[in-house]
């Protein structure tokens, strides 16, 4: 079982910034693939971004060259750096966890991207 625990949401301007982390509770090193997902309200959880154990990456569309995942092994920690924010990226963000064939959730954190 592998329990994940999100921070660093908050409420923050147009145009600002913030750093989502994921605090697991197992070795990361051996989850195949780490990866944050958002819901707004009335839609569906979205893939915003992905990291393989080897390092590769995937992005939403309407993410790309804004956000920026990491993981960190040694600290069984993940991270969503995300700059340049926009209204339309508040949400609920959630930490993921995909490791032989099965999903592992945090609780959430709220983003509200608002002036």
């Known amino acids: 079982q592998v329990q994940l625990v999100e921070s660093g949401g908050g409420l923050v301007q147009p145009g600002g910034s913030l750093r989502l982390s994921c605090a697991a509770s197992?070795?990361?090193?051996?989850?195949?693939?780490m990866g944050w997902y958002r819901q707004a309200p009335g839609k569906p959880r979205d893939l915003v971004a992905t990291m393989t154990v080897a390092g590769a990456t995937n992005y939403a569309d309407s993410v790309k060259g804004r956000f920026t995942i990491s993981r960190d092994n040694a600290k069984n920690m993940a991270y969503l750096q995300m700059n340049t924010l926009k209204p339309e990226d508040t949400a609920v963000y959630y930490c993921?966890?995909?490791?032989?064939?099965?999903?592992?959730w945090g609780q959430g954190t709220q983003v509200t991207v608002s002036s």
């Open positions: 197992t070795n990361i090193g051996s989850i195949a693939r």
């Open positions: 993921n966890a995909r490791t032989f064939g099965q999903d592992w």
